[in-house]
């Protein structure tokens, strides 16, 4: 027997080769013992996409050896170029250990073979946008429904190997998918995961969602997968974009200090979403949230629950849009008092239909507590204004009228007025400065009396000016009326008592006494060593500021004492509570 590669063994003449090699159908000649090809004619070459070199050593199709003597066998044939063929076997008597087998395609082989039960189950996966695939551990090739074909972006009838496939998926998915299977199989229990595809048609990324289980064998070793493949990269963009938007949302409503929440009304229940809701009503999660029969009966204030019920009835019956503003009782931190803080709350009710009944409430709380002590602050400073503008006018004009009808020139005239003037400014300049809205006596007697102080005015010193007292602030109601009467003390004791030369000398002491509803200021003013003094023969405009505005705007009682060793002049004021609301540091 000729055993060249390129004979047929078993062929006993050389037109038996001859006829082997001109057939017009494929014919293989395979080795009896393990269906093995030993020679392949150019038509079964042709037919398996295979010159027919490469054929020899190799088995026809899947499942492995030939049909025995006279017998008929199906198989499948996967071509280099990524197609499928069915053939139909048939096979000869044997000869010398070698048996002729021919070949011939049935039909290209679809990716399954579906019998008529499987059809319309086949055309609705299709339909749901499902593929079907299959994998063989024979050659590692997966079979692919022309769905699932388009989904990877690979041709109609293509049968890649799974180490193409796996080259397309991400690296990160690829190890989550290889545990995801191994562990499915151990288990004996379908898998599904979904991960990042790259398709080679378009080379976009695209999220498939791949399901399967494995197929044991009769020995029960792995025979095969069998599952399906579904494009979801819409969903998936879906989800990513309404994850961002919740993101964008949940940045936003943190940034304004915001609380999210739903109210489920037949259930009477509570969702908070996030953080800030525990934060404004002083709760941890573990406290639970707050239904709205507990939120009316012991969290909202009582004078707030017929406005807030009413704003809730006005939304039910109206446009189911909400906006109330309430206060609510928080709980303080560990060991505090109960505080009342006011809420400011937009929503709006959701219906089972346009005229079912609300099933939910959905909206965001905001505390407005600071904000709403700034507003009151802000109106209270803005009447302090009204006020102090209108006292000063009145305060102007009475200094421009007294001061002309005592001045005896124009020169006088302006000397009188500019310092009056300017000792009521810099009262006004003190108290703008101070967040309380406030003066201090002590920087007020400072600035009238520093140009005649000889050193530093403390007690004690022997210096023409000694100012004795604790620290007073004044609040603005009586700074200055005050102010005005530290300058024309200071005016008088300049032009005609004791700081008009060079021995005399001013001693001021101060202190707060109690009172019967608040503490009261004594204030005295003592000179001595200038010239010698005696009562006014008629009452200037310091005389009247002294009397009439200390009195009337000051409450205050005053008396003096024209001594010839000096004049003295005794005050007792009452001090006006701060207000809180005018400290914006109050609510820290």
């Known amino acids: 027997m000729d055993q060249r590669p390129d004979a047929a063994p078993g062929l006993p003449d050389e037109l038996s080769r001859f006829a082997f090699e ?13 269906g093995r090809i030993a020679a392949a004619n150019p038509a079964l070459a042709a037919l398996l996409g295979v010159a027919p070199e490469n054929l020899i050593g190799r088995v026809l199709g899947e499942g492995g050896g ?10 499948v044939w996967h071509r280099a170029d990524g197609s499928t063929v069915r053939l139909r076997l048939r096979s000869g008597p044997e000869r010398q250990a070698f048996r002729i087998v021919s070949v011939d395609a049935l039909a290209e082989a679809p990716a399954f073979r579906l019998d008529p039960l499987r059809e319309q189950a086949h055309l609705a996966l299709a339909s749901a946008g499902l593929g079907e695939w299959s994998w063989s551990p024979a050659d590692g090739r997966v079979v692919l429904s022309d769905r699932a074909a388009a989904i990877l972006g690979l041709p109609a009838g293509a049968t890649p190997t799974w180490a193409v496939l796996r080259e397309a998926i991400a690296r990160d998915d690829l190890d989550r998918l290889r545990a995801t299977v191994e562990d499915a199989v151990a288990k004996a229990i379908p898998y599904a995961v979904e991960l990042r595809y790259r398709r080679a048609s378009d080379g976009q990324e695209a999220w498939i969602s791949a399901r399967g289980r494995a197929i044991p064998g009769p020995d029960g070793a792995l025979a095969g997968m069998v599952g399906i493949v579904q494009d979801v990269t819409a969903r998936e963009e879906a989800r990513r974009a309404l994850h961002d938007r919740e993101q964008r949302l949940r940045v936003a409503t943190t940034v304004a200090a915001l609380g999210i929440f739903e109210w489920h009304v037949l259930a009477d229940q509570s969702l908070w979403e996030n953080e800030r809701m525990w934060e404004i009503f002083g709760r941890r999660p573990q406290d639970g949230t707050i239904s709205m029969r507990e939120f009316f009966r012991t969290v909202v204030h009582p004078e707030d629950k017929a406005a807030f019920r009413q704003a809730v009835t006005a939304a039910l019956h109206s446009d189911g849009v909400l906006h109330a503003t309430t206060r609510i009782r928080r709980r303080g931190s560990a060991g505090a008092d109960t505080v009342w803080r006011t809420i400011e709350m937009a929503g709006r009710f959701e219906r089972d239909g346009p005229a079912g009944l609300p099933s939910r409430l959905i909206g965001v709380v905001a505390d407005i507590t600071d904000r709403r002590l700034a507003e009151e602050r802000q109106s209270l400073l803005i009447r302090e204004l009204h006020h102090r503008v209108k006292n000063t006018l009145a305060t102007v004009q009475a200094i421009v009228g007294s001061t002309a009808r005592t001045a005896s020139s124009i020169d006088s005239f302006y000397e009188a007025f500019v310092g009056r003037i300017m000792s009521l400014a810099h009262t006004h300049s003190v108290l703008t400065e101070d967040v309380w809205q406030t003066a201090s006596l002590r920087n007020l007697l400072e600035n009238e009396l520093r140009p005649y102080a000889d050193g530093a005015m403390l007690p004690g010193t022997g210096g023409r000016v000694e100012l004795d007292g604790p620290a007073v602030d004044l609040p603005s109601e009586i700074a200055v009326p005050i102010g005005m009467a530290i300058h024309e003390l200071t005016t008088n004791a300049a032009k005609y008592g004791a700081l008009s030369n060079r021995a ?13 509803d608040r503490p009261r200021l004594r204030f005295q ?8 003094v005696a009562p006014p023969t008629r009452q200037g405009f310091g005389s009247r500021l ?16 024209y001594a010839p060793g000096g004049f003295a002049l005794t005050m007792l004021a009452p001090l006006p509570a701060r207000n809180a609301a005018l400290n914006p540091l109050a609510a820290l």
């Open 22 to 34: 001109a057939a017009p159908v494929g014919l293989a000649c395979v080795n009896g013992s393990d």
């Open 66 to 75: 030939d049909p025995a003597d006279g017998e008929t066998r199906e198989t």
């Open 504 to 516: 005399g000398r001013v001693r001021i002491r101060w202190s707060v006494e109690p009172g019967t």
């Open 525 to 532: 003013w003592q000179e001595s060593g200038g010239p010698a």
């Open 546 to 561: 002294l009397q009439r505005v200390l009195t009337t705007q000051v409450q205050a009682e005053v008396a003096t004492d």
